[in-house]
């Protein structure tokens, strides 16, 4: 019986030896990118993570960014939320709204008080009015992005234009175009489709013309001669046949192949334009300068695009969750992340760092500084990531086609706002 007792009582001590020390909290997260230098440095963030937090144990499954929308509207219905996922910058207003979302500020200052930082004042200054809504933070940022000005500086030359001058303005980008136009090349890839590189690249006008979208009386802010004097800038381009003459139905992926097969002068795109023609081993590399946004007569805007973490209010998993957000998006971990899956990251300390100071990364993180949201100066709106989509391009596309004057599509594009806006 005491050999018995001996032996039930050793197992039971062997067994706590072996067992897990702590119970394993699992913290479901959804990643949108699909692309696998992205999985794999997310896969090398999460090892890093548990290793450092053994109790905790994150689950990425990976939703392809053209299912986010329905994914999370579906399982915000129907049950199924993950704990953590990312989210399109401007669509974190939609969940916020919807209560779907949990405040990050217990979380910021925790994160503060243990690692001496001031995670509110080290977010890009246009990411503000994406995240920091109703006076708290719904999302802590990943990635930034925005455009810059590329240009050939030999086919300035050619043109009798000086490469050490690329135009500094909307006004002087259109006169540019046209006189880059020449043997087969065109001025400027300037979308004027239904896509999101038209908004992209249209929003640089509109705000550096001191247009808004939203009035201050909450609706529509484009009935303006602001507005309608950057419209008739930007389409001007196409109507003087110094860009594609498919430019109504091109994608920005078409411009920017383009550019790259050498078919177009300028460009306004992203960092990883750059990176694509040094893969590329591109004939033209050494002669592509690189410069800001034109400005427009009140200011230089660029596009601010990007994406954050959010904590999904169904979690029941808040705490352990927040941890992973906190370790992701800030410190050795952000910049690992941001270096190996090659962006920008939402960490303005970071980004002022290595690799980000090697050419072409400054002069984009000193765009970032003027990068605006699409609603600037207000903060986004549920409604926004449907107005990103189906009203301002309409526009553009209709004037540069001849089917509406500047008036008429303007008219047509704040009854579309409104109607939005109004539900």
């Not at 460009?267 to 690189?290: P, R, T």
């Not at 954050?308 to 998993?317: F, G, K, M, T, Y």
């Not at 990068?371 to 449907?386: D, K, L, T, V």
Request: charged share 20%; aromatic share 12%.
């Amino acid at each position: 019986m005491r050999i018995k007792t001996l032996l039930a009582a050793t197992t039971i001590a062997a067994g706590l030896l072996s067992g897990p020390a702590l119970a394993e909290t699992t913290v479901n997260f959804w990643q949108f990118s699909t692309r696998d230098a992205d999985i794999a440095a997310w896969n090398e963030a999460i090892a890093a993570f548990e290793k450092a937090n053994p109790d905790i144990k994150v689950n990425m499954e990976i939703v392809p960014w053209s299912e986010q929308q329905q994914r999370l509207v579906s399982a915000l219905s129907a049950g199924g939320l993950p704990d953590v996922s990312m989210l399109g910058n401007n669509v974190v207003a939609q969940f916020q709204s919807a209560g779907a979302l949990a405040p990050l500020d217990d979380y910021f200052a925790a994160y503060d008080k243990e690692h001496g930082t001031n995670v509110a004042e080290d977010i890009w200054p246009g990411d503000k009015g994406y995240y920091n809504l109703a006076g708290k933070w719904w999302a802590s940022p990943i990635s930034v992005e925005t455009r810059a000005l590329y240009y050939r500086k030999d086919l300035f030359k050619d043109a009798g234009l000086a490469p050490a001058k690329p135009p500094q303005t909307w006004a002087d980008f259109a006169t540019d175009a046209v006189k880059l136009t020449k043997d087969g090349t065109y001025g400027a890839a300037l979308s004027m489709s239904l896509d999101y590189f038209t908004v992209q690249n249209f929003m640089s006008a509109y705000l550096g013309y001191g247009a808004r979208m939203i009035g201050e009386d909450g609706k529509c802010g484009f009935e303006t001669p602001e507005f309608k004097e950057a419209l008739d800038t930007y389409v001007s381009v196409y109507k003087n046949k110094a860009t594609h003459p498919d430019a109504p139905s091109m994608s920005g992926d078409t411009f920017r192949k383009g550019f790259r097969d050498g078919k177009f002068a300028m460009i306004l795109s992203d960092a990883g334009l750059y990176k694509d023609l040094q893969n590329d081993k591109s004939a033209f590399l050494d002669e592509v300068g690189i410069a800001m946004v034109p400005a427009g007569p009140k200011n230089r805007s660029g596009f601010l695009g990007g994406w954050p973490l959010v904590l999904w209010d169904a979690s029941e998993n808040k705490e352990a969750t927040a941890k992973w957000i906190m370790f992701a998006t800030h410190g050795d971990a952000l910049k690992t992340l941001a270096t190996n899956g090659g962006f920008i990251p939402g960490s303005v300390s970071l980004a002022k760092g290595a690799p980000w100071t090697e050419f072409p990364y400054p002069l984009f993180v000193e765009q970032l500084q003027d990068a605006r949201p699409y609603q600037y100066p207000n903060e986004a709106i549920p409604q926004m990531g449907q107005l990103e989509v189906d009203t301002i391009q309409k526009a553009v596309q209709a004037v540069a086609l001849g089917q509406q004057t500047t008036d008429q599509a303007t008219a047509q594009l704040c009854t579309s706002i409104n109607e939005v806006l109004a539900r």
